[in-house]
């Protein structure tokens, strides 16, 4: 069979070359192989392996297979591409460039010489198509254009390109001019513009100066992005063109895949980004026919562009609206949620190991941060580092001689896109999309955690890991990553320590032990943890382990949570001083006057990061400003909205009166604070502060100053203090690198939302319960009709916080077990373990009188 041989003669050269050049070698034989059997059309063609040359040599299918490879092998002349007689490949007119137009099938002008299109070329060939109604010359134009990375960077190029010096004399000019005016002087109706020039310079971190990167001015490239919308408006209602974009895309993907991972093409040529450009502008990339082979191919290529082009790529995206950020992010997510529900991923067949999901999920970074940078950005209120640097451990050293240095000491890593652009997620107050447009749940639910953990960790090439991308991951995802990382770490601690016995000769302790008494609960806790903090911060890594002295309960992580949860009932105690509690928001702040020294401070942060190190929840309620500021960005006038609502009010409303602020309202740059016993306390926001008014001109100047006074000078010791003993527990977690402000609330506090239906369809049963058990169908009737501080009151009894965990109550597994007949024994509880002991009652009744009681009056442990 001859097909049955030309596949088998291509397959013998597939297999020799590298995976990423396999379709543009197939390619190029396929060119081989018709020229031999076909020809070109060229009757004066002198190519010798042409078979339109006169002393060509006829051969059969087999001859000519073998022949082909033996010319792709050699690198040999090949004819250009050009439409072939019958239709069927774009193969024709040899590389010297003549063309004997009397063999033509028709005497109209095919455009064989076109090399490059633009949009009038465009309407000028779909005009002529038009009027015959035969759109073969444009469908085989599209096809050789699209399919040449060549043809396509030459292409829809703008009718002018202006130096550096012309841009900056149109914009000095007349900034009054009409759309039409200013589309003529810069030769696009786009705004999404950047020197060509400004591709080098990119490549060095593209520094912002100060505020938002819209400062830099438009993001200018050569092609025009509006001639190519419009192009791909008129063109895609046809079917017949639509398939010829689709079969161009497969030809174009594995040379421009090639051409970035062989041969440095951008670095030659930035004009090369151009292809990226004008591709990702079909709007129908998305569509089920590209997704099978079209899309994953270029998504392929795409993520083999060099970092300067991702930032300039990421840049030039930032100024498109939301809608076309959307329909890049929805192109890219389609992918990932088709291949991930098209094939079985397990353990033995990871999504990591897809190319295609890996190639999407690269190429939708560069929409995330485009995304980010278009969106509200605040690049200048950032926290300074702590110039006192955190103790290392004692342990350091046996570490060092053990050859375990740790990894990661200075901190968490970053992203190279997010410092090649100079920004961090934390820097947008509002992206252009929701952020969550970005999570792939289906990813998610197939994702192995602890293999993609493993790839993290080791940073290899061969290895990709999905949270080095944390936008695709939710929060669920994300907090089992965490996890491992914080177990881990306990259990090296837990190996270090037993060695470094060894060495010593002494006992050591492998966790973090505590023991407290109930009444005197913070003076303990604090106390120990000041000593350990003083001595070594590295014991603070390691796995804690409470006990409350005179009680019996073995801490398996249930006795840690109601630690946890005392510890803060005490500390945010008002009474105390420390925190200050606003009734209208129901939030706590720093309180400015607060007698207590610095280390108090530290050690409530060391708490904090404990908490989230052994994975407890707390019931703290502090605005999104104290973990923006942990994140390292200081509190603006925008954050007194949540934290400070009434100054936030008044202060708007100076903003925006309308009639004169300083006659009006008499008002300095002086103001009034109270302190711990009600005095007034004054300060100057400006020097001499209260001989200064209060103005229309200045009053902006006013607003930033008092926020800045109220959120970050007035705690700045506090703050500082509380920051620190956090970052003690977390300075080499992921934490920072994986959580957005609002995220790191939700793993401190948990949810506040309760859906104990979904806490019901979770629920395990244990000892002789089912789901279908008289017994438990009351139960869950009587859970049901609990009010919401009974529903609190229960989860605190069974598991130990009265949260739901990220994720809500879904995600907590619950376990009722059978505890004995009938009997008038109170249901008991193992908290470390979500563990329901509840007896068999007879009636409805006497079961919810039993289980009231308990988790009324529950406190304390002790040993059944």
Same mark, same amino acid.
């Given at each position: ?27 190029l034989i396929e060119r081989y192989y018709h020229q031999l059997t076909e020809g070109c059309g060229n009757e004066a063609c002198t190519n010798e392996a042409c078979g339109s040359s006169p002393g060509f040599r006829r051969m059969d299918n087999n001859a000519a297979a073998i022949k082909a490879l033996e010319l792709y092998k050699n690198n040999a002349k090949l004819c250009d591409p050009h439409p072939s007689k019958k239709g069927a490949h774009n193969f024709s007119a040899c590389s010297n460039g003549k063309m004997n137009h009397k063999d033509l099938p028709s005497t109209r002008e095919d455009f064989r010489d076109l090399n490059y299109l633009t949009e009038e070329k465009v309407y000028e060939i779909l005009a002529l ?120 895309? *497969? ?13 440095? *093409? ?85 999504? @990591? ?18 995304? *980010? ?70 990813? @998610? ?25 944390? #936008? ?106 420390? #925190? ?44 999104? *400003? ?57 300060y100057d926001l400006r020097e001499g502060g209260e001989k200064i008014p209060v103005t229309n001109d200045n009053r902006k100047e006013f607003v930033a100053l008092y926020a800045e006074y109220m959120l970050n000078k007035s705690v700045e010791k506090q703050f500082k203090a509380f920051k620190r003993g956090f970052h003690m527990v977390t300075n080499e977690s992921p934490l920072k690198y994986l959580f957005r402000p609002e995220e790191i609330e939700l793993l401190i506090c948990g949810s506040r939302n309760l859906d104990f239906q979904a806490l019901e369809e979770t629920t395990e049963y244990d000892g002789g319960y089912n789901r279908d058990c008289h017994i438990i169908k009351d139960f869950w009737e009587t859970v ?81």
């Open positions: 069979d001859v097909e049955v041989a030309v596949l088998y003669w291509l397959s013998i050269l597939l297999d020799t070359v590298l995976q990423s050049c396999r379709a543009a070698a197939k390619h198509c038009g009027e015959t109604e035969d759109y073969s010359p444009l469908i085989r134009v599209i096809g050789r254009v699209f399919s040449s990375a060549e043809s396509l960077v030459q292409s829809f190029r703008k009718a002018k390109q202006h130096t550096k010096e012309e841009l900056k004399s149109l914009q000095a000019k007349d900034e009054d001019k009409d759309e039409d005016e200013k589309e003529t002087a810069s030769g696009s109706a786009s705004a999404m513009e950047v020197d060509p020039d400004a591709a080098a310079s990119s490549g060095e971190g593209a520094s912002h100066d100060s505020n938002n990167v819209q400062k830099l001015g438009p993001v200018e490239v050569s092609v025009d992005i509006e001639a190519v919308r419009r192009v791909y408006d008129r063109l895609l209602s046809n079917e017949k063109i639509e398939a010829a974009f689709l079969n161009a895309l *497969v030809y174009l993907s594995p040379n421009v895949e090639c051409d970035l991972t062989y041969h440095n *093409v951008y670095a030659a040529d930035p004009n090369y980004l151009n292809v990226f450009i004008i591709v990702m502008e079909n709007n129908n990339l998305h569509s089920p026919e590209y997704l099978e082979i079209a899309l994953p191919q270029f998504c392929k290529a795409m993520s083999k562009l060099p970092l300067p082009a991702l930032a300039k790529l990421a840049r030039l995206w930032s100024q498109y609206g939301a809608d076309q950020i959307r329909r890049l992010v929805e192109t890219f997510q389609q992918l990932i949620t088709y291949t991930v529900i098209s094939n079985e991923f397990n353990s033995d067949n990871l999504v @990591n190991e897809d190319d295609g999901v890996v190639a999407a999920t690269k190429c939708l970074k560069i929409v995330y941060y485009a995304n *980010v940078l278009g969106g509200d950005l605040d690049t200048d209120h950032n926290e300074e580092e702590d110039d006192e640097p955190i103790p290392e451990s004692s342990e350091l050293t046996l570490q060092e001689l053990l050859g375990e240095e740790r990894r990661n000491k200075k901190g968490p890593r970053v992203d190279p896109l997010e410092t090649e652009l100079g920004i961090r997620t934390s820097d947008c107050r509002k992206p252009l999309i929701p952020f969550e447009e970005f999570i792939n749940e289906p990813l @998610n639910d197939v994702l192995e955690m602890d293999k993609d953990y493993t790839f993290f960790k080791v940073e290899t090439e061969s290895k990709f890991s999905f949270m080095t991308c944390p #936008f695709i991951l939710n929060a669920v995802t994300k907090n089992l990553g965490l996890y491992y990382d914080n177990r881990i770490r306990m259990y090296s601690e837990r190996r270090i320590t037993a060695l470094y016995s060894l060495v010593q000769g002494q006992q050591l302790n492998p966790y973090l032990r505590l023991k407290v008494r109930r009444d005197h609960i913070i003076d303990d806790a604090l106390v120990r943890l000041e000593m350990i903090a003083m001595e070594n911060p590295a014991d603070l890594k390691k796995q804690l382990y409470v006990e409350f002295e005179g009680e019996q309960g073995v801490d398996e992580g249930g006795v840690s949570k109601e630690f946890f949860q005392l510890v803060v009932e005490e500390i945010f105690n008002p009474d105390i001083g420390m #925190f200050t509690y606003d009734e209208s928001t129901k939030l706590f702040w720093f309180n400015p006057s607060s007698f207590e020294n610095e280390g108090q401070f530290t050690l409530i942060g060391i708490v904090l990061g404990l908490a989230i190190y052994n994975n407890c929840i707390l019931d703290v309620h502090f605005p999104m *400003v104290v973990y923006r500021k942990l994140m390292g960005k200081k509190g603006t006038f925008r954050d007194l909205a949540d934290s400070h609502p009434v100054l936030y009010q008044s202060l708007k409303e100076l903003l925006e009166y309308e009639g004169n602020v300083e006659e009006d309202m008499m008002i300095t740059f002086q103001i009034s604070q109270t302190d711990l016993f009600g005095n007034p306390v004054m049901h009709s609990f009010g919401q501080e009974q529903k609190r009151l229960f989860l605190q009894f069974t598991t130990g916080t009265d949260r739901a965990p990220v994720g809500g109550l879904g995600k907590l597994k619950m376990i009722i077990a059978k505890n004995g007949p009938d009997s008038d024994r109170l249901p008991t509880s193992h908290t470390c373990f979500n563990v329901l002991l509840l007896p068999e009652y007879s009636t409805k009744e006497k079961l919810r009188e039993r289980l009231l009681k308990a988790i009324t009056y529950a406190k304390g442990f002790g040993m059944l």
